[in-house]
């Protein structure tokens, strides 16, 4: 498959998995990779939200969160997002 169809396809699933379970937190993880290989960097960081929302200490999410936040100029709020994951993930080369 071409590889839009492949975004369009795990778009399709993870939004299916989330609107089943929405608490599950990799699902809306793995939803933000989807837009932001897109380019859709504010749905991004609502997916990673409410990723964020189901498991507070999902550190991958408060790196791309802050990551997204940062490149949508809003660094205030990516802050507290990149001070969660250096205390989850001291030991990270990040």
Same mark, same amino acid.
């Given at each position: +498959? $071409?590889?839009?169809?492949?975004? #369009?396809?795990? %778009? &399709?699933?993870?939004?299916l998995?989330? @609107?089943?379970?929405?608490?599950?937190? +990799? $699902?809306?993880?793995n939803?933000? #990779?989807?837009? %932001? &290989?897109?380019g859709?960097?504010?749905? @991004?960081?609502?997916?990673l939200a409410?990723?964020?929302?189901a498991?507070?200490q999902?550190?991958?999410a408060?790196?791309?969160?802050a990551?997204?936040?940062?490149?949508?100029?809003?660094?205030?709020?990516?802050?507290?997002?990149?001070?969660?994951?250096?205390?989850?993930?001291a030991?990270s080369?990040?």
């Amino acid at each position: +498959l $071409a590889p839009e169809l492949r975004l #369009d396809a795990a %778009e &399709e699933m993870y939004r299916l998995a989330t @609107a089943i379970e929405p608490a599950h937190a +990799l $699902a809306w993880y793995n939803l933000a #990779d989807v837009f %932001e &290989e897109r380019g859709a960097l504010r749905s @991004a960081a609502d997916a990673l939200a409410r990723a964020l929302e189901a498991d507070p200490q999902f550190a991958d999410a408060h790196f791309n969160r802050a990551s997204c936040l940062m490149r949508l100029g809003r660094s205030a709020e990516a802050r507290p997002h990149w001070q969660a994951y250096l205390k989850l993930d001291a030991a990270s080369v990040w």
